[in-house]
């Protein structure tokens, strides 16, 4: 029972934690505008996102799992957005 409730304090967690991801992706979307997005910070940080991802399966973490999963979603958002929205230079 008391593993639920941390369980389930988790999760609450992730779905908080991941949604801070949401003002940068909606702005990303409003303004059609990356600049000033570090490109390279935000793939650094998926590619750590990924590794905790493949340690989280390996722990069979269910609440690491659903959170670096969600994470790496909202980076690679964040990430294309970044490059969609990218100005070029004249």
Known sequence: ????????????????????????????????DSTGINLFAWIVWLFGAFLLFIYAVYQRDLVFVVLTTLESLALLSTIILTIKFRKKSL
């Open 1 to 32: 029972m008391q593993e639920v409730i941390f369980q389930n304090l988790g999760l609450i967690g992730t779905i908080i934690f991941v949604s801070a991801y949401l003002p940068q992706i909606i702005h990303l979307i409003k303004v059609k």
